[in-house]
């Protein structure tokens, strides 16, 4: 049988359910104009479909539960929660669909529709990974992975700031955005 010939490789086509209890979605963005403050969101769900023989085809489909975002201060996390900022009563969740995947020198981009706050807008993450596969203790296949991009929080309606007497604003513009995910293999005739 000529190269020509062969068949092509057959799909390794997996499902992954995002784990929440071993997945967060981080932030960073400055305070003061002096320093960088961070935070998570505690709770990330979703799942993403991939082949391994072609990593191009990856979809994705992730929620954040804004509600549990954490500053490791109460009186900030109360107020990113509150119509000043979130709005969680109104807009519980964030967000993001994939459209399409590209090979990078580092792993893959993936390009999708981030919602925050009701606005949906268009972002690429940077993606490492997955990892290899692992059988777990209890028999499930795991992998993880991470993704990083920056966003413009006015971009999505997150406009609340404060200017100070020395000049300068309470709250930067720019948001650095790590998402770390640990996803189980789901298993097949399983939702």
């Known amino acids: 049988m000529t190269q020509s010939q062969q068949s092509p490789a057959k799909p390794a086509i997996t499902t992954w359910n995002i784990d929440p209890s071993h997945s967060t979605a981080q932030f960073s963005i400055r305070h003061l104009m002096i320093s960088n403050v961070k935070g998570e969101f505690t709770k990330v769900t979703g799942q993403i479909v991939y082949d391994q023989n072609n990593p191009e085809s990856l979809a994705s489909e992730a929620s954040i539960d804004v509600s549990t975002i954490n500053t490791r201060e109460p009186d900030r996390d109360n107020h990113l929660k509150s119509p000043d900022f979130f709005d969680v009563a109104k807009y519980p969740s964030i967000h993001f669909k994939s459209k399409k995947a590209s090979k990078s020198s ?18 690429t993450l940077d993606v490492e990974g997955p990892t290899t596969p692992l059988k777990d203790p209890w028999g499930f296949t795991r992998v993880g992975a991470s993704a990083t991009t920056k966003i ?5 309606g997150l406009t609340w700031n404060q200017a ?28």
């Open 164 to 191: 100070l007497e020395a000049g300068g604003v309470l709250v930067g513009d720019e948001v650095k955005i790590t998402i770390d995910v640990e996803l189980v293999a789901q298993e097949q005739g399983k939702n």
């Open 106 to 123: 580092d792993g893959l981009k993936l390009t999708g529709d981030l919602t925050i706050h009701g606005v949906t807008r268009e972002v």
């Open 152 to 156: 413009n929080r006015k971009d999505f």
